[in-house]
């Protein structure tokens, strides 16, 4: 039994209390018991669905494992993570998505859902064994971390996977339009005299994938999307009635390709950022709705690798831990609090198909308090994950966590 005081549901001013007891909430208001927590006057809502995110094991432990990632995604309001295949070896087998699974529930930090590859080691040739995988416990099939080129596989895969209820997630990018591109192909990129990525590589991809699922009536869900011509796309899919979702990061809703003047491989990412015009489109994707979710696309590697010049560094922005607090601090006042919420919780359900998070008795004691008033600067040497760096550094940021609970017990607690 754990007691929540001092806390306001989102909308309300008037302190109060929740009670949860074996992994839910059993009541607003009741007289206090077993563990008591002083939530400081924070706002309670349901803990954040991550839907993207490169946790870096098996295999890549110097960049990240399931201990720092986990504990820097609580830190981050997420009670809930979903996280890539695309590791060393790829997570193509069931005997890989258990192990995950059973570790990440020993570290009592966020949950683990571990995705599972769509075709063997992701090389895009032969499906794996998704109905094995869904029954080890994997969340969603992707080949995350390349990009589906046969798009006859896609669609097998896409037909198998709907005949198991299970979403196909995908890295929408042409590869031979994008061929080297480091960054965004356009003003910048060419008097930086740097090779571009033309945003057409991912709206080419976007239309054929859109087609597939139109097809095979799978559902397809498109990440990290980052311009305004393929939000378009999503939007015209989804009046015709395709089963196609999408998400968008917070590097492409914050940064734009002038980041880039200056060399810095930290700002290099796949799918590229873009321009402002794109940044602003996507804002309003959110806002009418065209956009389904929020996901960081966390992606950490070491320091030594970000320093290298744009050609040689790898792609990759970690951001799991600063995801609310910058995108509450930069559009809460146009998006409003519920709006943000939902695109952080329940917009990420309804594309997985599992139940809408909530504070009602009886709902999943998953819950994140949030301080959403207090301005506390980014610091990276203060993150849980193993990527100490940040695009965001030493920016004022309101909306940090001061709380999760994952199962009702403690995930993350600022001290």
């Known amino acids: 039994m754990l007691t929540l005081t001092n806390i306001r549901r989102p909308g309300s001013t008037t302190p109060e209390t929740v009670t949860l007891d074996n992994g839910v909430i059993t009541g607003w208001n009741l007289p206090p018991e077993g563990q008591i927590i002083d939530g400081q006057g924070g706002t309670v809502a349901p803990a954040l669905i991550e839907l993207h995110a490169h946790l870096r094991e098996p295999g890549q432990e110097v960049k990240e494992d399931l201990e720092s990632g986990l504990a820097a995604a609580a830190a981050g309001g997420y009670g809930t993570v979903v996280s890539m295949p695309n590791t060393s070896p790829v997570v193509d087998d069931p005997a890989t998505v258990r192990a995950l699974i059973e570790k990440a529930n020993r570290l009592g930090f966020a949950r683990l859902r571990p995705a599972a590859a769509l075709t063997r080691g992701q090389l895009g040739e032969q499906l794996a064994e998704l109905a094995t995988l869904k029954e080890a416990g994997a969340a969603m099939f992707t080949d995350d971390g390349r990009t589906n080129e046969d798009a006859r596989v896609l669609r097998l895969g896409l037909e198998y996977a709907g005949s198991l209820g299970m979403v196909v997630s995908v890295h929408a990018e042409d590869a031979s339009l994008r061929q080297g591109g480091v960054m965004n192909e356009g003003v910048v990129s060419e008097e930086l005299g740097l090779p571009g990525n033309p945003g057409a590589a991912e709206a080419a991809r976007v239309a054929r994938d859109i087609e597939i699922a139109a097809l095979t009536g799978a559902r397809l869900h498109i ?141 999943p004691a998953d819950l994140v308090v949030l301080d959403l008033n207090t301005e506390r600067p980014v610091d990276p040497a203060t993150f849980r994950s193993k990527a100490k760096f940040s695009p965001w550094a030493g920016q004022p940021l309101r909306g940090w966590p001061l709380l999760t609970l994952v199962n009702g017990q403690v995930a993350y607690q600022r001290q």
């Open 223 to 363: 990440q990290h999307l980052s311009t305004a011509r393929a939000l378009d796309l999503v939007r015209e899919g989804k009046r015709r009635g395709v089963p196609v979702t999408c998400e968008v990061c917070p590097h492409h809703l914050t940064l734009t390709d002038e980041a880039l003047r200056g060399f810095d491989a930290m700002y290099k990412v796949a799918p590229p950022l873009r321009t402002q015009v794109d940044a602003d489109y996507l804002l309003q994707g959110l806002l009418d709705g065209t956009v389904d979710c929020l996901a960081t696309d966390h992606a950490p590697h070491t320091r030594a690798e970000k320093e290298q010049d744009l050609l040689s560094a790898p792609f990759g922005i970690p951001s799991i831990e600063v995801a609310f607090p910058l995108l509450w601090t930069r559009f809460g006042e146009q998006l409003g609090l519920e709006k943000l919420l939902d695109l952080f919780t329940g917009g990420a359900a309804r594309v997985m198909g599992w139940p809408e998070p909530g504070l009602e008795p009886g709902q």
